[in-house]
């Protein structure tokens, strides 16, 4: 299980790999459910809770694992440079940004 997994040889910093265990742990436990049926907002504010995992993770994790059609990573650099470029609002497309960011991402 990742939450008791030796990150060692993988290149994670320490913290990297004790947010990974943190997160681990908690799902195992119940605390946090990955799932499409989960508040949105109750799980980003568990997410950010846990040392080691900041905005940036915690959009990638409500695209990817919790379907939310509107996250946005917008520190993401590619996300940020595509923003800056075309001058739109961080808002623009809402609330379906995250086809925004996967079309980025895509190109």
């Known amino acids: 299980m990742l939450k008791n997994a030796d990150f060692e040889g993988f290149g994670f910093t320490r913290a990297r790999a004790a947010a990974i265990r943190e997160l681990a742990r908690l799902v195992d436990e119940g605390e946090i459910e990955l799932s499409q049926i989960s508040d949105l907002e109750t799980m980003r504010a568990k997410l950010l809770?846990?040392?080691?995992?900041?905005?940036?993770?915690?959009?990638?994790?409500?695209?990817?694992?919790?379907?939310?059609?509107?996250?946005?990573?917008?520190k993401d650099l590619m996300i940020a440079r595509a923003v800056e470029k075309v001058s739109f609002a961080a808002d623009f497309l809402q609330p379906w940004r995250a086809y925004l960011a996967l079309a980025i991402w895509k190109t």
Do not use: H, Q, S, Y
């Open 49 to 74: 809770a846990i040392k080691g995992i900041g905005p940036w993770t915690v959009e990638v994790i409500a695209l990817r694992c919790l379907c939310d059609a509107n996250a946005f990573p917008v």
